[in-house]
């Protein structure tokens, strides 16, 4: 059975920070709750109790929520009205759609003089005659029941009546509380029908699909498909039957539904699991060696051969905010692997680069895959072209060359070619101004003359 947890409780306390001691109203609807615990220990400040549309069969550790003022208990299995006397401050409590057929337990919300709004309707006590009288006679602090207002004459009226009512409803109760005894019964026995006819069911299959005769081997493709279509089919049949099948309302038909429609949805979580586990591996590599182009995870990409700094560039436009940590970034010297969330993009390089000095960036506009691959021949290349442009070409071509390599010119110039000021003998002659201009003036002019 599933029961409140501390992270259940965490999770829905959002609007408090998750913090849980100083929590004052929390809604834990439809959680498929079976056991209410927990709550009075960790949440003693809770004002506000939302728990509708859960398996809940009993009203168990409340008691302890002195600050209690709404408990909404709606569509739940509750059988009985107790162990509420703790909560003092408790003004409204919804029960509405459950299954109460014992009236008479409404006798211990006595204690709770604060209550001044029930709601039963959508239960089986409804159904009792004298039961409006019966509660209105019996809780004098009451102002509503099931949203109707209780005035003055009718609380009257029923106080008068109330011996008579109560043994009523007491004949009542009693009648209900046998019928419930044999839906118990009956709702057991079924289970345990349904139990041994899917134990049969399973040894049966265990018994078909493991068959001693190799002769079925080679056919066990053809085997599977006509199996799942087989399985399928059965599965339709018996949702059919499960849906159709007339079932009285009770805490355990809800119950046998719930577990039911559960099963189904693990059976179907499984199946996925399977289908992704036996997914064949994409084949990135021939048996004969040939590498593949793939693009799997199907995004736009460019290759430019940048001849200038002799090297290849890959732009993979991966998604902008893709983690890195989700890319993986294998270089080959042919080829180039890139696997974006476990999906493979591979590429056949034009031509061979040297993997070790490549290099992965993302760009922080784009937040694209920069592959930047030096070529393996770069060296070899650029002295022959340097050669072959300096013996066959003409004095426009050899212009260009120098063009392009002007940085490496300016670093292998001769001074002994060109002439230079001196500079360290400039700042030497400015220092010494302090002579005057007139003994300075013929050194500094046969320096330059020299």
């Given at each position: 059975?599933?029961?409140?947890?501390?992270?259940l409780?965490?999770?829905r306390?959002?609007?408090?920070?998750?913090?849980?001691?100083?929590?004052?109203e929390?809604?834990l609807?439809q959680?498929?709750?079976?056991?209410?615990?927990?709550?009075?220990k960790?949440?003693?400040e809770?004002?506000?109790?939302y728990?509708?549309?859960?398996l809940?069969?009993k009203?168990?550790?409340?008691?302890?929520?002195?600050?209690?003022?709404?408990?909404?208990v709606?569509?739940?299995?509750?059988?009985?009205?107790?162990?509420?006397?703790?909560?003092?401050?408790?003004k409204?409590?919804?029960?509405t759609?459950?299954?109460i057929?014992?009236?008479?337990?409404?006798?211990?919300?006595k204690?709770?003089?604060?209550?001044?709004?029930?709601?039963?309707v959508?239960?089986?006590?409804?159904?009792?005659?004298?039961?409006?009288?019966?509660?209105?006679?019996?809780?004098?602090?009451?102002?509503?029941?099931?949203?109707?207002?209780?005035?003055?004459?009718e609380?009257?009226k029923?106080?008068?009546?109330?011996?008579?009512?109560?043994?009523?409803?007491?004949?009542?109760e009693?009648?209900?509380?046998?019928?419930r005894?044999?839906?118990?019964?009956?709702?057991q026995?079924r289970?345990?029908?349904?139990?041994?006819?899917?134990?049969n069911?399973?040894d049966?299959?265990?018994?078909?699909?493991?068959?001693?005769?190799?002769?079925e081997?080679?056919?066990q493709?053809?085997?599977?498909?006509e199996?799942?279509?087989?399985?399928?089919?059965?599965?339709?049949?018996?949702?059919?039957?499960?849906?159709?099948?007339?079932?009285?309302?009770?805490?355990?038909?809800?119950l046998?539904?719930?577990?039911?429609?559960?099963?189904?949805?693990?059976?179907?979580d499984?199946?996925?699991?399977?289908?992704?586990?036996?997914?064949?591996?994409w084949?990135?590599?021939t048996?004969?060696g040939?590498?593949?182009?793939?693009?799997?995870?199907k995004?736009?990409?460019?290759l430019?051969?940048?001849?200038e700094?002799n090297?290849?560039?890959?732009?993979?436009?991966?998604?902008?905010h893709?983690?890195t940590?989700?890319?993986?970034?294998?270089?080959?010297p042919?080829?180039?692997?890139?696997?974006?969330?476990g999906?493979?993009?591979?590429?056949v390089?034009?031509?061979?680069?040297?993997?070790?000095?490549?290099?992965?960036?993302?760009?922080q506009?784009?937040g694209?895959?920069v592959?930047?691959?030096?070529?393996?021949k770069?060296i070899?290349?650029?002295k022959?072209k340097?050669?072959?442009?300096?013996?066959?070409?003409?004095?426009?071509?050899?212009?260009?060359?120098?063009r392009r390599?002007?940085?490496?010119?300016?670093?292998?110039v001769?001074?002994?070619?060109?002439s230079f000021?001196?500079?360290?003998?400039?700042?030497?002659?400015?220092?010494?101004?302090?002579?005057g201009?007139?003994?300075?003036?013929?050194?500094?002019?046969?320096?330059?003359?020299?």
């Amino acid at each position: 059975f599933l029961s409140v947890t501390e992270d259940l409780v965490r999770r829905r306390a959002e609007h408090n920070n998750c913090e849980i001691f100083s929590l004052e109203e929390i809604s834990l609807h439809q959680q498929e709750i079976e056991k209410l615990e927990h709550l009075e220990k960790w949440c003693r400040e809770l004002k506000i109790l939302y728990l509708q549309n859960n398996l809940i069969p009993k009203i168990e550790n409340v008691g302890k929520l002195k600050k209690l003022e709404y408990l909404n208990v709606a569509l739940n299995n509750i059988e009985r009205i107790e162990n509420l006397e703790g909560c003092e401050e408790l003004k409204k409590l919804d029960l509405t759609a459950n299954f109460i057929g014992e009236l008479s337990s409404i006798e211990s919300l006595k204690c709770n003089i604060h209550l001044k709004e029930l709601f039963l309707v959508g239960n089986p006590c409804t159904e009792f005659e004298g039961y409006r009288q019966f509660v209105v006679a019996t809780l004098h602090q009451l102002k509503y029941l099931d949203s109707k207002e209780i005035d003055r004459s009718e609380r009257i009226k029923a106080v008068q009546n109330y011996p008579e009512v109560k043994w009523k409803i007491r004949e009542q109760e009693q009648a209900y509380l046998l019928k419930r005894a044999r839906e118990k019964e009956e709702a057991q026995r079924r289970m345990q029908e349904k139990k041994d006819k899917k134990q049969n069911q399973m040894d049966s299959k265990l018994g078909f699909d493991s068959p001693d005769s190799p002769q079925e081997k080679p056919n066990q493709a053809e085997g599977d498909g006509e199996q799942e279509t087989c399985r399928a089919v059965e599965n339709d049949e018996e949702d059919r039957r499960f849906w159709e099948e007339p079932t009285p309302y009770t805490p355990e038909s809800r119950l046998e539904t719930h577990r039911y429609i559960e099963e189904k949805r693990r059976a179907k979580d499984n199946i996925r699991e399977s289908k992704k586990r036996e997914k064949p591996p994409w084949t990135l590599v021939t048996p004969e060696g040939k590498v593949l182009n793939m693009n799997v995870p199907k995004l736009h990409f460019s290759l430019k051969d940048d001849e200038e700094h002799n090297q290849i560039i890959l732009d993979l436009a991966v998604y902008r905010h893709l983690d890195t940590s989700l890319l993986d970034v294998d270089v080959q010297p042919t080829y180039v692997r890139v696997l974006v969330k476990g999906k493979p993009f591979q590429l056949v390089l034009p031509e061979e680069v040297k993997p070790d000095s490549s290099s992965a960036k993302r760009s922080q506009t784009t937040g694209h895959l920069v592959v930047t691959m030096p070529k393996a021949k770069e060296i070899i290349l650029s002295k022959q072209k340097v050669s072959a442009s300096i013996k066959h070409s003409d004095c426009n071509t050899l212009q260009k060359t120098t063009r392009r390599s002007g940085q490496v010119e300016k670093l292998e110039v001769d001074p002994s070619k060109y002439s230079f000021p001196d500079v360290t003998k400039i700042i030497q002659e400015k220092e010494r101004t302090g002579q005057g201009p007139i003994k300075l003036q013929p050194e500094k002019v046969t320096e330059v003359k020299k």
